[in-house]
């Protein structure tokens, strides 16, 4: 081991059924660093470190610990707790109802007994020792998310860690209180804690961090000092593109010239929900296919969810043809001809058990009302219709869509938002995870309802694909609108200068 490190990964490989999610990986984290794991979705960043914390065993490859004279191996997450690993997840894992000591030393009080003094006191240290602001004795629920946070990053310390891994930690937190965290694990770095930090926030980076590893595609990108890569040359690592071939990429969108062509369909001003994006303008013509880019964790989704009403809106007014409507739910945004494809496919689009048919009408069905059913052969008419015209692959329309390859799933999914007749459509991730010849078709589906006259935003983690199919770029970092690109600014060159900002 390197004089200074505190972990070493090594080689390290990760395979799943038809998926190499890991490829000769090494990572290296030194004492009282603050080191960024970096990577955009499906890069393998969750699986390193589900290896590391042994919720995953490795294929190949070795870890080696600061004070071990051989490889360790770890077989669970409690074999890494007791070598000195603990993990802080985005989501809060402690008990709301119970105490801030006794979620300190839940599951640890073995020979303390019932000693709630020297529990209490013992805490009190910690959170001192840390200047975590919370007292011993108050029911944790009562504390800040960020408070929460730091209470678990005092309880890994007092567990005598060596490694502090923190997935996500700002993802839910203000402006305020991610200084707060930081200075704690400032306080942490200079005791000699070795800190893994997962994050997709670029800024965040750049105020706390040592070092970056960056991983693309289950394979290590390489290992940078922090001043030694600036963000646009991060952003390229990440997304696998080099500066001098990024510009010969154009749109293909042709554009709308029926009737109302350039009109406005939709207008948001200083629209914000409570998923934590800044309020934002934005607006769609009719005909036209725009989108929002930046890396994943940007804002991208929370915008065009706050557009449809998916998450709760505090503030902002909206347009539709020019006149106020409000949206404060799903149905309100469908009633107004607006429809939205999410990117969660299996958790808010599919539902498995019912057939094609049944997850091609839903949309319709709930806007005319449940009392008022289609008739049989309405349902089999529209069916039929959406089946034949997205070409998707199934036995019958009666077949349980859970049956069907993702890409056909996709379509069903279009099927039911092109049955509503919708004005504006927009589509999340529409082809994340599908075939290329079924994304090439989603694609030319895009540009042809554009030159129809319906209005789309298409998001995309593919700089390529939202390249060949917009024509107006909303471009977002750290949740919230950083630029906006369209023309000849529309390259990925110019994306990624803005998405990482201050590069020049």
Known sequence: MRDKAVLEMRNIHKSFPGVRALQAVDFTLCEGEIHALMGENGAGKSTLIKVLTGVYSKDEGDIFLKGHDKAVAINSPQDAQNLGISTVYQEITLCPNLSVAENMYIGRTQGMGTNWKKMNEDAEKILKSLDIPATATQELGSCSLAVQQMIAIGRAVDMDCKVLILDEPTSSLDEGEVEKLFKLMRDLRAKGVGIIFVTHFLDQVYEVCDKITVLRDGQLVGEYEIENLPRVQLVSKMLGKELDDMS?????????????????????????????????????????????????????????????????????????????????????????????????????????????????????????????????????????????????????????????????????????????????????????????????????????????????????????????????????????????LSGEDLTQNKIMSTIAGGDK
Request: aromatic share 8%.
């Open 248 to 484: 010969d990429i154009k749109s293909e969108t042709t554009e709308y010239t029926g009737e109302g062509a350039g009109d406005m369909v939709f207008e948001a001003k200083g629209l914000c929900s409570d998923a934590g994006i800044k309020p934002f303008d934005f607006y769609i013509k009719k005909g036209e296919v725009n989108g929002f880019t930046g890396l994943l964790g940007s804002g991208r989704s929370e915008c065009v969810r706050a557009v449809f009403g998916a998450d709760k809106v505090t503030s902002g007014t909206v347009k539709m043809n020019g006149k106020d409507v409000k949206i404060n739910k799903p149905i309100d945004a469908m009633k107004n001809g607006i429809a939205f494809l999410t990117e969660d496919r299996k958790g808010e689009g599919i539902v498995g058990d019912l057939s094609v048919r049944d997850n091609i009408i839903l949309a319709l069905q709930v806007m005319k009302g449940w009392f008022k059913p289609f008739t049989k052969a309405q349902a089999y008419a529209f069916a039929d219709e959406y089946i034949k015209l997205l070409s998707i692959k199934t036995a019958s329309a009666d077949t349980p869509i859970k049956q069907l390859s993702g890409g056909n799933q996709q379509k069903v999914l279009i099927g039911r938002w092109l049955l509503t007749h919708p004005q504006y459509l927009i589509m999340d991730e529409p082809t994340r995870g599908i075939d290329v010849g079924t994304k090439i078709d989603i694609q030319k589906l895009v540009l042809k309802l554009a030159s129809e006259g319906m209005s789309v935003t298409f998001i995309s983690s593919e700089t390529d694909e939202m390249l060949r199919t917009c024509s107006r770029l909303v471009v977002m970092r750290d949740r919230k609108v950083v630029g906006e």
